[in-house]
């Protein structure tokens, strides 16, 4: 996604990524400042996660006064509420000196701008568990998994039926109840860490 706008015969170009790791961010800024090497900044933010963590985000100023330009464009990314997201913006100078108060409106109005015309989709945090069932119980707890959001990645039948799948975090607890209710107690979920181990 690019947007361009310009103030005071400045041009400021944002672009906006996808982005799961500061490793992808540093990636997209580096993708950016080869296709502008001329430009006078390179200025980003990042949110590499739920756009609510505050351990994994990272900005730069790239030689604009500090705090003019880094941190204005993280403050839209985590007001926006969209999270997994780099923004760059390039700037050309274009011989006017906006101030500090301009810089900070500059840079982050042209996010602003930018993400307006972003498609977003709602990301649900999943957690993977198996569970080991007999094969009179596996259309129930199918059943349940359904009712709950689940998804089965895996299905394994041998002496006993042994079921892979996703469920959203929110869920865990009310499926780990209504399990121990179906089964009295024997139905038992494992996470996949717990799995491995075992092996």
Known sequence: MVDETIVSR??????????????????FLKTIQ??????????????????LDSQRYGFSDD???SGTAGRPILSVLQGSQ?????AV???????TKLGTGGLQRAYGNSVRQAL??????TKIPMVHRTLACQY?????????????????????????VNLSFLIPDSHLEQLKS??????????????TEQVKDKQ
């Open 10 to 27: 400045s041009r400021f170009i944002c672009y906006l990524a996808p982005c799961a790791s500061n490793e992808a961010a540093k990636q």
């Open 116 to 121: 307006v015309q972003i498609e977003t989709k």
């Open 34 to 51: 080869e296709q502008h090497p001329q430009a006078s900044h390179h200025c980003y933010a990042f949110v590499s996660s739920h756009p």
């Open 136 to 160: 009179s119980q596996v259309n129930d707890v199918l059943h349940l998994l359904e009712k709950h959001h689940g998804k089965v990645v895996e299905q394994d039948f041998h002496s006993a």
């Open 82 to 86: 969209i999270g997994e997201i780099v």
């Open 63 to 65: 030689g604009e006064p």
């Open 178 to 191: 209504q399990l121990k209710t179906l089964s009295s107690g024997q139905l038992i979920l494992q996470s």
């Open 89 to 95: 913006v390039v700037r050309y100078f274009g011989g």
